[in-house]
């Protein structure tokens, strides 16, 4: 038997003697360990997996609303909301945002630094024999690509004489432009959409999808005046305005002269509430974060409930393992160990069986994120703060599990124990 070490060396001598321990359990009992480490792995792999996605899921979302502007104010005909306590019914017979309502705002808002109408279809765009279907054909006034802050990775914008001209010019995002011109020779080239044709003067720069905001990858923009030459706007179901102030000027700033203007274009009287609705992307924040909230109390209750069940089995583990080794706790206070090591090194040894249990867990986690990520269109990633999170609630739960069993076996009296070895 192994003398006790001296002082400046017990503790290198407790962990390694305890990992030996550990290791020493899991390759004597494997079925049993591998049982009991299961409920650790489950838990832990549900817990980080849905910590991940919210954290990825918030990531994108906040980098969506980055793009946008907190400050961005969208008039719609539809208000923005969630759940069973919707009234669509009030909101079902408003009129629709029309060219009008942009043009009178565009001419009398004082706290606006950019104003942007659009209208949207979907439609099947062609190039010769090669179409893209389900492309979102917008006409967009001028300001659009200045206020999206869009980049291009080949030609230009549409100008301000082309936009009031209605040119029959149109901008096309990366994905339409691979699956028309895969050469890559989209400019000055035509395209049939809506039977109209129209010149691509400029390929966006390939952005992917988000979570709040449209597919530009999948879409095509021209002029509103364009459009206007062979649609009928005021027949249609309405478009959108998005409206962004000046430097210095808040959104609710912005938010009160809008309505102000445009009850007054609309002619509704005092005692009439509004027939239209004044968005921000600050209402998506709260709808999101009580989602979030609800999947991480599922992700909580669904891997502590596994946890639970695999920390009574490593508990298990532990007494087993300390009615095995009666003998070697008995020999090993005899010759002068401690109570306090018995302690750790049964404890150490619960914290290890644990930690095995939350490392499988987490290299689940790492392969099924690694999976996902190919393919949804948004990085979903496994921080290095819940790679600690999940480490740290398997040695915790190492901790309270192996707790009693340690203390029971670093309670026997070394007589007692090595008589009942006997």
Not at 118 to 129: E, L
């Amino acid at each position: 038997m192994t003398k006790l070490p001296k002082t400046k060396n017990i503790s290198l001598f407790l962990f390694s003697n305890a990992f030996l321990s550990g290791a020493r359990a899991l390759r004597t009992n494997k079925l049993r360990a591998l049982l009991s480490l299961l409920g650790i792995t489950i838990g832990i792999f549900a817990i980080i997996t849905v910590f991940a996605l919210v954290d990825s899921l918030k990531q994108n979302i906040r980098n969506s609303l980055e793009s946008l502007g907190s400050d961005v104010v969208y008039v719609q005909k539809w208000p923005w909301g969630t759940g069973g306590d919707y009234p669509w019914w009030k909101y079902v017979n408003r009129p629709p945002i029309s060219v009008s309502d942009f043009q009178f705002l565009e001419r009398n808002l004082t706290t606006a630094e950019f104003i942007v109408f659009d209208q949207s279809f979907s439609r099947t765009v062609q190039f010769g024999n090669t179409e893209a279907e389900n492309t979102s054909v917008h006409f967009v006034s001028h300001q659009y690509f200045e206020l999206s802050n869009s980049e291009l990775t080949q030609g230009r914008f549409f100008s301000a004489f082309e936009s009031a001209g209605g040119n029959a010019v149109v901008v096309i995002g990366a994905d339409i432009a691979d699956a028309l011109f895969p050469d890559g020779n989209a400019i000055g080239n035509n395209i049939n959409f809506m039977g109209k044709r129209a010149r691509v003067i400029g390929v966006l720069e390939k952005v992917g999808s988000n979570l709040i905001g449209g597919d530009s990858d999948n879409s095509i923009f021209s002029p509103l005046n364009f459009g206007r030459t062979f649609l009928n706007f005021s027949q249609l179901a309405g478009g959108d305005i998005t409206v962004r102030p000046f430097p210095g000027i808040s959104a609710d700033q912005l938010k009160q002269e809008i309505q102000i203007r445009l009850r007054a274009h609309r002619r509704i009287p005092p005692t009439v509430e509004d027939n239209f609705s004044l968005n921000e992307v600050t209402l998506l924040q709260e709808s999101i974060q009580s989602i979030f909230s609800v999947l991480t109390i599922a992700g909580i209750f669904i891997g502590g409930f596994s946890i639970l069940v695999g920390g009574f089995g490593i508990a298990n583990i532990m007494f087993v393992s300390v009615r095995e080794r009666t003998g070697q706790i008995g020999i090993q206070k005899s010759l002068g160990a401690p109570s306090s090591f018995i302690l750790w090194q049964f404890l150490t040894e619960s914290v290890l069986l644990c930690s095995v249990g939350g490392l499988l867990g987490l290299g689940a986690v790492y392969l099924v994120i690694t999976a996902a990520s190919q393919i949804v269109d948004f990085p979903i990633y496994l921080s290095l703060g819940n790679i600690l999170l999940g480490i740290y609630i398997s040695a915790g739960i190492g901790v309270v599990s192996g707790f009693v069993p340690a203390l029971t076996a670093s309670r026997l009296r070394p007589v007692d124990a090595i008589r009942s070895a006997i």
